[in-house]
């Protein structure tokens, strides 16, 4: 099972799982302007028509999505890990699931919170599994975001899944070319 934020690592190991096995998604977006939610609602199932379309060995199976989009979230980074293994210990089940993937990479902050996502990921699932936890794991977490972007440029139909990925922080336009994230993806890209 994976968190897939739609973003360029998570869709980078959605990508990288898939050419294994079969997996099921939970997808959360916490954005709060209009515009990226919009966009990423319509490109989340763009992408996943592609991928399952695409010749991976492994199709997704759901696709859960939680709408937390419609609460006025404080932009607190970890709201995001909080929400999303919320959402997830409802979902993750033992019987299915061999791990919840999380797709955190080198240069991210989470690893400051590692020991906290851990804790409150078994705590949080203890209370909706009866005790059989379903492994959290982060598989990128040496990778860097150059990495992320060779993974899926490589994928058969990987361009498109790369205009498909908003990453714009100017909240208007689909990547603006000029935001520090724009720039920053640009350098990646090439
Ligand atoms: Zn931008």
């Not at 973003?7 to 302007?33: P, R």
């Not at 899926?152 to 000029?178: A, D, M, P, R, V």
Request: net charge neutral; aromatic share 12%.
């Amino acid at each position: 099972m994976v968190l897939w934020s739609g973003g360029t690592d998570s869709t980078a190991l959605v990508i990288d799982l898939l050419s294994k096995s079969d997996i099921d998604l939970l997808y959360v977006n916490l954005e709060n302007n209009r515009f990226q939610q919009y966009y990423e609602k319509k490109s989340i199932l763009k992408m996943k028509s592609i991928l399952n379309d695409s010749n991976l060995k492994g199709k997704i199976k759901t696709c859960h999505s939680f709408g937390y989009e419609q609460i006025n979230i404080s932009k607190s980074i970890y709201s995001q890990p909080a929400l999303w293994l919320t959402a997830a210990s409802f979902i993750a089940n033992p019987e299915i699931h061999s791990s919840v993937n999380l797709a955190y990479i080198r240069q991210d902050d989470a690893w400051h919170y590692k020991t906290e996502m851990h804790k409150f990921w078994s705590s949080i699932h203890n209370l909706t599994s009866d005790g059989k936890n379903v492994p959290l794991v982060f598989p990128f977490e040496w990778h860097t975001k150059k990495n992320m972007i060779d993974i899926i440029k490589n994928f058969e139909y990987g361009e498109q899944i790369l205009n498909l990925i908003y990453w714009c922080e100017s909240g208007h336009t689909k990547n603006c070319g000029e935001c520090a994230s724009c720039l920053r993806h640009q350098q990646d890209l090439n």
